[in-house]
């Protein structure tokens, strides 16, 4: 396949979403063809350039000598692009019967499509700058399924998300310019691109890292930047599985990942104080997100704090700077996309079918609906860590990375790891303890009529279902996948 | 191929038991039961076979790694014998129950992750379907879904929950430390490692971890409160295999990274010592039936704990306690196996567990009263029966360990044989109880019944209690036979003489036991712990562990302490007057800017663009800038200037401040944070391009 086909599947979704928000198509039943034709063959496309585009580069413009839009498809956007094409169409078919509760049906399909060209585009930047245009047009695209339900929670909710996003977006910039100036402006390089080092002074280059970590950490959610994140919980349950549980935070965890080991290389920040500022960030959210998780009543902004901790796994595995704690990190990293998105869309079936959106009142509720329960038990599993489901395995890789990583602070995460294991084995599993055996108080003909999720829910529960269990199994092929990314090959 | 069988087909038969459940109940009790059969045919083949390993690799992203030996084969058909029996039995117990199709689905799966665990070859697969069997068995335990049940429930999963995260740090202690957690390698490995201090860590991590299944103390918590809210047969299972499955663990390790040990030894003998102690205690002082018997189980799970520390203690001459430890293992599951279904036929019946209540119940019902004896007996090591064997073999290592060490040991002997005394005494509670008093009012109604169990029921009663008396009075080839095979696993010494079980220093022993068991039932429970003819809890309610000190740490201490965590750098106390304050300098700049042009914009209309007149305000305020107008006016008049209208500079210094503030009100309004963000960063930018390069 030629590498120009990367551009097709970056902009026919695009195209599409974009024609959908134009266009008024007349029935329900058209919208959603629309949809599911873009987005499924977006994803096939995906698939098949995952499998068979080589390792090219294809330059479409040049701005200056030093800024062009470039597009490769290397191991480690394969990784996340993977990610995103397999779990896109699974989201959009929960989102056809969740959505029907819900207006403005039609520009939200539209702004969805688009994200998922937009999320693409940032997997298959060929450099920097590229990558940085895909990451600031996510902000802009994602902003109106923040604010789709027009409510003024929604709308402040957004006004932070974009007051935050555009401030990190900032930082991002410096820390570009910085790299762009010393000879970094090439395509992504494993080990890093920095040509030039400055002055001698190793001070300035961790102090523009630290400027781009922070940047991406807004998506991120790493700890005083994760505000915009709970708020936006809010928005329809699609969107905060999809977005804010994987595209959108990933696509920030992703960014950091190119920053450190694709742009910078770990050869000049490895041991410096810089890396103890980033662990030291990272150890304290995974910490803060639980905490905040056991303390929060209501669900989805359990599941999001859930999130934050979760994130900040991946970038402790990140921010170790070895071969194991990438490789850890990547993995983390697909597996639990796989166990959160499972986990909101239970949230959103309870949500869709009674409108409950605490945690405690969903006593007894399991047995009203036990097809979503019993797929968010697996998920609650698998997000302890109980094995063999898949967290379990990434991890187990992540504390192996961690005590072989030689790095005190690492030993500390390590602790926090388990510590937060046991956080979030009290705020998930309490939550399906009370699904399953609610307490003899319990109202229980309160619960009468309450219907479970339909076919188009229940179909994303098993596929995610059987997924988490799978790959946790037959973890292998993920993790030699892995391997192979934080090796450079 | 076999093991692997052993493992999945449980696994995969619990999903198919579930859909048969859902279309007929019957198809679905005689399935369980197939599969309970076919189960112990299996681990009969696997105990002929005993030798063979199965590695998967690619599973779990390590591997996983099953294998068969003396030991693991000869428990592969306790465990298989003792779910076929209690799955015989569930249909009749569970005829009255809700949620028989979970409980099969739950039990099934529990099954085959039991043989998962003891058929691990190394401590990662171990703890995987150890973790497994943790989660599928809660179920059991709160099947009644009573308030009981859920406070029970509680407790077992954030026992299951914390054990296995610390048994989880454990070996991941152990595997860097060591590189592999497969158990035949960790002696050498062990031996050959400097760093002893993070063994010993390791070793006290995974010691929590399984010793909170085990039922050790201190994590004992959950076995006195879970046991008796579960279905009988589950009860059984809980205290018969899954806290083996514990002991398994501790073996695991003891047997080969602290092979031959003193100071482990030392420290298991110790916690076998109060556990063993404190179990017969509670049990003692207990009036629910199956409570009595999960003490006992707790009390019984010390006994083979001190067996496992005197291992230690002895060094290479430790045969004895190892084939004591593992004959007390086996023992204790057949025991408990029986005693719990003797719990369950009077549970079925009276629905009630309190000894008072069900007084006189056992009256004229033989068979029953038979069993139970039997399993009394037993459990209380009176000779010829399997118990008596296995306790000799305990005393006797003690004996052997008292010879080298002295006092201390001697007090460990005493302690032994005073928990004995108190298991008879117990023991003899509850059957003077159940089959000799009478109870003062429903006495005809109790004698009346007369079939009290169906034909399958009775069939698994049998299948439990024929195994104490043949193997008791076989002992000498076949429980020996039994520990020839079994101690493999347990790395012991040579056997330095073979044992006469009935020799007089060895029968003293038991005696002791049982002068001590008849002074403190005649003593004790009949003039303390009864008055007026009725049993009396006498334990001190307040005196619970978990209560007292796991509770209010975990649900008070640990949600405090994180709570304060995140209070503190929560949004509230830190992020949000730190944003608020980045907002208000944000806006001042901003305002700085915008009244600049503001000021520039009003200097050219009043200059070059002078506007002719202002009109009258109807609404002025007082603010500072009106005043200050109001005063350059009063300059005026005192200048002697004239005037057309009253308060020209008042209205025009109102007005542009009003302007002022609309206008910027509109721009911080959204974008300031964003703006200020972006000009810091520019600035920074022009810093670094002016200055630095």
């Not at chain 1, 950490?217 to 919980?233: D, E, N, Q, T, Y």
């Not at chain 1, 410096?272 to 960030?281: D, I, K, N």
């Not at chain 2, 002929?48 to 599973?59: A, I, T, V």
Request: some cysteine; hydrophobic content about 55%; glycine content about 8%.
């Amino acid at each position: 396949m030629k590498p120009i086909l990367l551009l097709l599947a970056v902009l026919l979704p695009m195209s599409a979403g974009v024609l959908l928000c134009i266009i008024k198509l007349k029935t329900d039943r058209a919208i959603k063809a629309f949809t599911a034709v873009a987005t499924l063959s977006t994803s096939a496309l995906t698939w098949a350039l995952i499998l068979h585009c080589p390792n090219e580069s294809i330059t479409l413009l040049h701005f200056a000598e030093r800024l062009a839009v470039v597009f490769r498809f290397d191991a480690l956007g394969r990784f996340f692009a993977g990610i995103l094409a397999t779990l896109w169409p699974i989201t959009v078919l929960y989102a056809f019967s969740y959505m029907e509760h819900e207006q403005r049906r039609q520009s939200f399909f539209g702004f969805f499509t688009i994200c998922f060209g937009v999320a693409l585009g940032i997997s298959m930047s060929g450099n920097l700058f590229t990558m940085y245009i895909f990451y600031e047009l996510l902000t802009l695209a994602t902003t109106p399924l923040v604010i789709h339900t027009l409510t003024k929670k929604a709308v402040n909710a957004a006004k932070t998300y974009l007051v935050f996003s555009l401030g990190g977006a900032a930082f991002v910039f410096a820390a570009m310019i910085f790299l762009i100036s010393n000879g970094a402006y090439g395509e992504f390089h494993f080990g890093g691109l920095l040509t030039r080092y400055p002055y001698d002074n190793a001070n300035i280059t961790q102090i523009f890292y630290l400027l781009g970590f922070l940047g991406f950490g807004v998506k991120a959610a790493i700890f005083p930047l994760h505000v915009w994140l709970p708020r936006a919980s809010v928005a329809p349950t699609p969107v905060t599985a999809l977005l804010h549980a994987v595209a959108v935070v990933k696509a920030g965890v992703f960014a950091v990942m190119r920053l450190t080991y694709f742009s910078f290389g770990t050869a000049l920040l490895k041991g410096g104080w810089v890396q103890s500022v980033v662990m030291s960030v990272a150890i304290f959210t995974i910490l803060f997100g639980a905490s905040k998780a056991v303390r929060e009543p209501h669900w989805k902004r359990r599941l999001v704090y859930s999130t934050v901790a979760n994130l900040s796994y991946i970038l402790f595995g990140v921010t170790m700077m070895t071969e194991a704690g990438f490789t850890a990190a990547l993995m983390h990293m697909a597996f639990h996309a796989c166990v959160k998105i499972l986990a909101f869309f239970c949230a959103g079936a309870v949500l869709c079918r009674t409108g409950r959106e605490l945690v405690t009142q969903l006593d007894g509720l399991g047995r009203r609906m036990p097809r979503s329960f019993a797929a968010f038990t697996v998920a609650a599993l698998a997000l302890t860590g109980i094995p063999p489901l898949n967290c379990f395995v990434s991890k187990w890789q992540l504390l192996t990375a961690a005590a072989d990583s030689e790095n005190p602070l690492a030993y500390v995460g390590a602790g926090v790891l388990l510590l937060a294991a046991l956080l979030t084995a009290i705020y998930m599993l309490s939550t399906v303890r009370r699904a399953w055996f609610p307490s003899k108080e319990t109202d229980l003909s309160a619960l009468e009529g309450i219907r479970d999720a339909d076919w188009r829910m229940v179909v994303p529960f098993v596929i995610l279902s059987l997924g988490v269990l799978l790959t946790g199994l037959f973890a292998t092929p993920i993790l030699h996948a892995a391997q192979q990314i934080a090796q450079g090959r | 191929m076999l093991i692997l069988f052993l493992v999945l087909f449980p696994l995969a038969a619990a999903p198919l038991s579930y859909g048969i459940g859902r279309r007929s109940k019957r198809g679905r009790d005689a399935f369980a039961v197939a599969v309970g059969a076919l189960e112990l045919g299996l681990a009969l083949a696997a105990f002929l076979q005993r030798h063979g390993q199965l590695e998967l690799p690619g599973l779990c992203g390590q591997k996983l790694l099953l294998e068969l030996d003396g030991f693991r084969s000869v428990y592969v058909c306790v465990i298989a014998l003792m779910w076929f029996v209690t799955l015989l039995f569930s249909p009749e117990y569970n005829l009255h129950h809700h949620n028989r199709n979970r409980y099969y689905f739950f039990n099934l799966m529990t099954l085959g992750a039991t043989m998962g665990v003891f058929l691990a070859g190394d401590l990662f697969t171990a703890f995987v379907f150890f973790e497994i069997m943790s989660f599928t068995s809660f179920p059991w335990v709160i099947q009644e879904e009573t308030p009981g049940a859920i406070k029970a429930g509680n407790t077992y999963l954030a026992v299951a929950v914390i054990g296995g995260l610390v048994a989880l740090m454990g070996l991941f202690l152990l595997q860097t430390k060591l590189g592999t957690t497969q158990i035949d390698a960790l002696y050498a490995l062990a031996a050959a490692c400097e760093d002893k201090g993070s063994l010993y860590l390791a070793g006290a991590c995974v010691l929590f971890g399984f010793g909170a299944k085990a039922g050790m103390f201190p994590l004992h918590i959950w076995l006195p409160k879970a046991h008796p809210v579960a279905p009988a047969p589950a009860s059984a299972l809980l205290s018969g295999v899954l806290t083996k499955s514990g002991i398994w663990g501790i073996l695991a390790i003891s047997c080969n990274i602290f092979r031959a040990d003193p100071a482990w030894g030392t420290v298991l003998l110790v916690l076998g010592c109060v556990t063993m102690f404190l179990g017969a205690l509670l049990a003692l002082f207990s009036v629910d039936l199956k409570r009595t018997l999960a003490c006992s189980s707790m009390s019984q799970i010390g006994f083979i704990l001190v067996g496992i520390g005197t291992m230690g203690l002895l060094g290479a001459e430790n045969a004895l306690a190892a084939r004591g430890a593992l004959l007390h293992m086996l023992n204790h599951s057949l025991f408990k196996l029986l005693l719990f279904l003797c719990a369950g036929v009077v549970y079925m019946n009276l629905h009630c567990l309190d000894l008072n209540e069900i007084r006189g119940f056992g009256r004229g019902k033989p068979l029953l009263q038979t069993a139970f004896l039997l399993g009394a007996l037993g459990i209380g090591g009176i000779p010829l029966l399997n118990g008596y064997i296995s306790k000799t073999l305990l005393h006797e290592g003690i004996v052997e360990a008292a010879a080298e060490y002295g006092w201390t040991l001697k007090l460990v002997e005493w302690v032994f044989l005073c928990s004995g005394g108190l298991t008879l005494a117990y023991m003899t509670k509850l059957y003077v109880a159940i089959f000799l008093e009478k109870h003062p009012k429903k006495q005809e109604d109790y004698d009346a019944r007369r079939r009290y169990m169906d034909p399958a029921s009775t069939l698994a009663l049998c299948l439990a209690a024929i195994p104490l008396p043949v193997l008791g009075l076989s002992a000498s080839w076949s429980m020996n036979a039994l520990a020839d095979i079994g101690t493999d696993f347990f790395h012991s010494g040579a056997l330095a003489h073979a044992v006469h079980f009935y020799a007089w220093e060895n029968l003293k022993g038991a005696l002791i036991s049982v002068a001590i068991g008849a002074a403190v039932y005649l003593l004790i429970v009949r003039k303390l712990l009864m008055k007026n003819g009725a049993y009396r809890n006498c334990w001190p309610s307040r005196l619970d562990l978990e209560e007292l000190l796991y509770r209010p740490l975990l649900l008070h201490g640990l949600p405090a302490f994180f709570g304060a965590i995140a209070a503190l750098f929560g949004e509230n106390r830190i992020l949000a007057p730190l944003s608020r304050a980045l907002l208000r300098l944000a806006s001042i700049l901003v305002h700085a800017v915008c009244d600049l042009t503001d000021a520039l914009i009003l200097l050219l209309r009043n200059t070059v663009y002078r506007t002719r007149t202002l009109h009258q305000e109807d609404e002025v305020r007082d603010t500072l800038m009106y005043r200050l107008g109001k005063d350059v006016d009063a300059i005026e008049i005192r200048l002697g200037r004239e005037q057309k209208g009253q308060t020209r500079y008042a209205q025009l210094f109102y007005r542009a401040y009003r302007t002022f503030r609309e206008t910027s009100i509109r721009i911080t309004g959204n974008l300031s944070f964003a703006l200020f963000m972006l000009t810091a960063a520019i600035c920074l930018i022009f810093f670094y391009i002016i200055v630095l390069q």
